[in-house]
């Protein structure tokens, strides 16, 4: 069996620790690319969310990497991503390409039949061995979590954006090389020290919050790489969605404290958005009055195009719009987006934030921080 | 006991009102209320809700804003039940679950709401799940328990008898109305069309929204045949052939009528009407244009939205029941080239 999962942003590095340290043999689709979404396209339905359409193309290259079983994450609705995995299924089928699907429903379905897709993935590894395996996918989920927060703190400070992406992307790669505990720490220490001595600008920069649909926040192929983007125009970025919450949240049931700026903010989503609308519509409308009440310079939504739940928090948007006098833009996202139109949109909305803001005079000179 | 006041309370004539519409007039009548119903989708409401409503949403959403917008300044109450799942596990769209939420954001003057939620849950079903929003909304309107009661009874008789007259094969819009079976237009002289139309109620039978596509199937020479006049159970049954249950309450439906008449309806085509941008449909859509294709059952993808071109739909339904006219005629033919279309 040689094992294959779909990209998610930073995700690769988790999964593939967990995957390993259960000693089964993994093949990771090449990094998403343009020939990925090309794929992707051809054979996916038209209007199928754009996560689906790269998870398909992912797939493809992986096959052709040699990989046989694909690894799977399912839900109950009504989000469509519940219901990804089947037609995936049906679509590679009839494409006569012959991957095995194993999907993983969510346990409030049956506990039993996750519990025998573990088993039939791991063989007769003991419990302790996988709890072992989860220990250590935790270890570096928390790790990727914390070198990215700093990345996005730092990027508008230093004078080097370029020479702290580069520490950034050795630290993924030291981490996901890394085989114990103790040498994620390790790395994780030394890439803070690293970048604690990188030259910084003295500037305040403005801050903008990234809500929205999980796929998209997380993946850069996605959503057009949004924070570099946003960073190198001299914007600090934090966003609503982590890697490590999201699984502490939807995995281990919310067992273990993890701590980030908007941990609590979907409570804030009443009384804009008065229901679960599937997806992260409430944790974007209650995140987005987070970040106002955080007095934040604005906040932008990122959504796949005709992504459902997102399409619901975006419509409630002007009542909240009401009650906090905050900028909102939001873009929706797919293989037909394109940079200049996306960098163009940016600009012009930093250009107005920061004109609102009392940061202004700090660090306006024209209309793009940094050329 | 003094001057009462008749409370008005509006019922948009859109999205769930093509199903549920029996029951909730009934209701919210034997309660003593004077029910108003916006009138057939028209351009001005149309408009009325394209300039309310996000451009991402779907068009019956947007058709849905209209309505509402028409009737916000003429009623006491407007009726926008929060729909999250009308049957055990199965939702209807996330835009369903965040409808009131949605209007009360955008537009404006709006007037109170009874956004009193639908809920099947894990468990219930889909009677159930009406009374219980029913009942909330009844004892928000009026003090009397028993007269809410009555008016439940009263409802539920009323749905269940034009449930009764769908499965009867009456179409829809005639069975809502509670008018006469109206005659099928069937030219005995030759053999007509049948052909099934797959969608969403709020698509098919608003005739602003379809350009009148049943009328203009009847003008081609075709019968249609509807989701409508199946049962419940036949549907249900049909869609539990997939390997995993589907989620959505209205896909499960488009899938499982879909896929009975493929096997036994002895339908010479299907047309398969969404709107643009449907979230559910995209999915469901390419399962059902895959099985037809093993099938080999003709199926035209129709896609409407506000934009759509009456031209352009009178042109490929000419295009789709000429061709079944050829298939059927030459269907013993060797085809010039590739594999035969015809099989049967």
């Given at each position: 069996?040689?094992?294959?999962?779909?990209?998610?942003?930073?995700?690769?590095?988790?999964?593939?620790?967990?995957?390993?340290?259960?000693?089964?043999?993994?093949?990771?689709?090449?990094?998403?690319?343009?020939?990925?979404?090309?794929?992707?396209?051809?054979?996916?339905?038209?209007?199928?969310?754009?996560?689906?359409?790269?998870?398909?193309?992912?797939?493809?290259?992986?096959?052709?990497?040699?990989?046989?079983?694909?690894?799977?994450?399912?839900?109950?609705?009504?989000?469509?991503?519940?219901?990804?995995?089947?037609?995936?299924?049906?679509?590679?089928?009839?494409?006569?390409?012959?991957?095995?699907?194993?999907?993983?429903?969510?346990?409030?379905?049956?506990?039993?039949?996750?519990?025998?897709?573990?088993?039939?993935?791991?063989?007769?590894l003991?419990?302790?061995?996988?709890?072992?395996?989860?220990?250590?996918?935790?270890?570096?989920?928390?790790?990727?979590?914390?070198?990215?927060?700093?990345?996005?703190?730092?990027?508008?400070?230093?004078?080097?954006?370029?020479?702290?992406?580069?520490?950034?992307?050795?630290?993924?790669?030291?981490?996901?090389h890394?085989?114990?505990?103790?040498?994620v720490?390790?790395?994780?220490?030394?890439?803070?020290?690293?970048?604690?001595?990188?030259?910084?600008?003295?500037?305040k920069?403005?801050?903008?919050?990234?809500?929205?649909?999980?796929?998209?926040?997380?993946?850069?192929?996605?959503?057009?790489?949004?924070?570099?983007?946003?960073?190198?125009?001299?914007?600090?970025?934090?966003?609503?969605?982590?890697?490590?919450?999201?699984?502490?949240?939807?995995?281990?049931?919310?067992?273990?404290?993890?701590?980030?700026?908007?941990?609590?903010?979907?409570?804030?989503?009443?009384?804009?958005l008065?229901s679960?609308?599937?997806?992260?519509?409430v944790e974007?409308?209650?995140?987005?009055?987070?970040?106002?009440r955080?007095?934040?310079?604005?906040?932008?939504?990122?959504?796949?195009?005709?992504?459902?739940?997102?399409?619901?928090?975006?419509?409630?948007?002007p009542?909240?719009?009401?009650?906090?006098?905050?900028?909102?833009?939001?873009?929706?996202?797919?293989?037909?987006?394109?940079?200049?139109?996306?960098?163009?949109?940016?600009?012009?909305?930093?250009d107005?934030?920061?004109?609102?803001?009392?940061?202004?005079?700090?660090?306006?000179?024209?209309?793009?921080f940094?050329? | 006991?003094?001057?009462?006041?008749?409370?008005?309370?509006?019922?948009?004539?859109?999205?769930?009102?093509?199903?549920?519409?029996?029951?909730?007039?009934e209701?919210?009548?034997?309660?003593?209320?004077?029910?108003?119903?916006?009138?057939?989708?028209?351009?001005?409401?149309?408009?009325?809700?394209?300039?309310?409503?996000?451009?991402?949403?779907c068009?019956?959403?947007?058709?849905?804003?209209?309505?509402?917008?028409?009737?916000?300044?003429?009623?006491?109450?407007?009726?926008?039940?929060?729909?999250?799942?009308?049957?055990?596990?199965?939702?209807?769209?996330?835009?369903?679950?965040?409808?009131?939420?949605?209007?009360?954001?955008?537009?404006?003057k709006?007037?109170?709401?009874?956004?009193?939620?639908?809920?099947?849950g894990?468990?219930?079903?889909?009677?159930?799940?009406?009374?219980?929003?029913?009942?909330?909304?009844?004892?928000?309107?009026?003090?009397?328990?028993?007269?809410?009661?009555?008016?439940?009874?009263?409802?539920?008789?009323?749905?269940?008898f034009?449930?009764?007259?769908?499965?009867?094969?009456?179409?829809?819009?005639?069975?809502?109305?509670?008018?006469?079976?109206?005659?099928?237009?069937?030219?005995?002289?030759?053999?007509?069309?049948?052909?099934?139309?797959?969608?969403?109620?709020?698509?098919?039978?608003?005739?602003?929204?379809?350009m009148?596509?049943?009328?203009?199937?009847?003008?081609?020479?075709?019968?249609?045949?509807?989701?409508?006049?199946l049962?419940?159970?036949?549907?249900?049954?049909?869609?539990?052939?997939?390997?995993?249950?589907?989620?959505w309450?209205?896909?499960?439906?488009?899938?499982?009528?879909?896929?009975?008449?493929?096997?036994?309806?002895?339908?010479?085509?299907?047309?398969?009407?969404?709107?643009?941008?449907?979230?559910?449909?995209?999915?469901?859509?390419?399962?059902?244009?895959?099985?037809?294709?093993?099938?080999?059952?003709?199926?035209?993808m129709?896609?409407?939205?506000?934009?759509?071109?009456?031209?352009?739909?009178?042109?490929?339904?000419?295009?789709?029941?000429?061709?079944?006219?050829?298939?059927?005629?030459?269907?013993?033919?060797?085809?010039?080239?590739?594999?035969?279309?015809?099989?049967?």
């Amino acid at each position: 069996m040689r094992i294959t999962y779909p990209h998610m942003g930073n995700l690769y590095i988790v999964v593939r620790a967990l995957l390993l340290s259960l000693g089964l043999d993994v093949v990771l689709p090449p990094p998403t690319s343009r020939r990925t979404v090309e794929l992707g396209v051809r054979h996916s339905p038209e209007f199928a969310c754009f996560p689906f359409k790269l998870n398909l193309g992912n797939y493809l290259e992986a096959q052709e990497s040699g990989a046989d079983t694909i690894l799977m994450a399912g839900g109950v609705g009504p989000c469509r991503f519940g219901y990804y995995a089947q037609v995936q299924q049906q679509i590679l089928s009839d494409l006569g390409v012959d991957m095995e699907m194993v999907v993983l429903e969510p346990p409030d379905v049956s506990f039993q039949e996750i519990k025998d897709k573990i088993r039939y993935l791991v063989g007769g590894l003991s419990w302790w061995q996988i709890f072992k395996a989860v220990r250590f996918a935790w270890c570096k989920a928390r790790a990727v979590d914390i070198v990215e927060e700093r990345l996005l703190h730092l990027r508008p400070r230093v004078e080097d954006p370029l020479l702290l992406e580069k520490l950034y992307r050795d630290a993924l790669q030291e981490i996901d090389h890394a085989g114990d505990r103790k040498t994620v720490q390790r790395v994780v220490v030394n890439y803070q020290k690293k970048t604690g001595k990188l030259k910084k600008r003295s500037v305040k920069p403005l801050r903008i919050g990234l809500v929205g649909e999980i796929f998209t926040i997380l993946e850069p192929f996605a959503n057009y790489e949004m924070e570099k983007r946003l960073g190198l125009l001299g914007v600090e970025v934090n966003r609503s969605i982590w890697l490590s919450a999201w699984i502490n949240e939807h995995l281990f049931g919310g067992l273990l404290r993890v701590k980030y700026e908007s941990a609590h903010d979907k409570e804030l989503a009443t009384p804009y958005l008065n229901s679960f609308v599937g997806g992260h519509g409430v944790e974007t409308v209650g995140c987005t009055v987070g970040f106002a009440r955080r007095d934040y310079d604005g906040v932008i939504q990122l959504a796949p195009l005709t992504c459902m739940p997102e399409i619901v928090a975006h419509s409630v948007f002007p009542a909240l719009a009401k009650d906090y006098d905050i900028p909102l833009l939001t873009f929706y996202l797919d293989e037909h987006s394109g940079e200049a139109g996306i960098q163009t949109r940016l600009e012009a909305f930093l250009d107005l934030a920061a004109a609102r803001s009392n940061k202004k005079g700090e660090q306006m000179s024209g209309s793009v921080f940094r050329n | 006991m003094g001057v009462i006041k008749i409370k008005r309370v509006g019922i948009p004539r859109a999205l769930l009102y093509y199903y549920y519409y029996p029951l909730w007039h009934e209701f919210f009548t034997r309660l003593g209320c004077e029910v108003v119903l916006s009138p057939e989708t028209n351009k001005a409401i149309l408009d009325q809700g394209i300039k309310n409503s996000l451009s991402e949403a779907c068009l019956p959403v947007k058709v849905y804003f209209g309505h509402a917008a028409y009737l916000a300044g003429r009623v006491d109450y407007l009726f926008v039940p929060r729909l999250s799942r009308v049957e055990a596990k199965a939702y209807i769209c996330p835009k369903f679950m965040g409808i009131p939420d949605m209007l009360r954001a955008r537009i404006n003057k709006l007037p109170p709401l009874i956004d009193t939620t639908v809920d099947a849950g894990k468990e219930g079903n889909s009677v159930q799940c009406w009374v219980d929003c029913l009942r909330d909304a009844g004892n928000r309107l009026a003090a009397d328990r028993k007269l809410v009661e009555d008016a439940l009874d009263a409802a539920l008789e009323a749905q269940q008898f034009f449930w009764k007259r769908l499965n009867s094969g009456m179409i829809l819009t005639e069975a809502i109305k509670g008018t006469a079976i109206p005659e099928t237009p069937v030219d005995s002289s030759s053999k007509p069309l049948r052909i099934g139309l797959i969608g969403h109620p709020y698509n098919i039978y608003d005739p602003y929204i379809s350009m009148n596509l049943i009328k203009k199937l009847h003008q081609l020479g075709a019968v249609v045949v509807t989701p409508e006049s199946l049962e419940a159970d036949e549907i249900e049954e049909e869609a539990s052939k997939l390997p995993k249950r589907l989620f959505w309450a209205l896909g499960k439906r488009m899938i499982g009528s879909a896929f009975r008449f493929f096997s036994s309806q002895k339908l010479d085509g299907v047309i398969y009407l969404t709107s643009f941008g449907c979230g559910p449909e995209a999915l469901v859509e390419e399962l059902v244009a895959r099985m037809a294709k093993q099938q080999n059952m003709p199926l035209m993808m129709l896609t409407i939205d506000e934009h759509t071109g009456e031209a352009g739909i009178n042109t490929r339904l000419e295009a789709f029941t000429e061709m079944i006219v050829w298939r059927l005629k030459y269907a013993d033919h060797i085809p010039p080239y590739g594999e035969s279309v015809h099989c049967r």
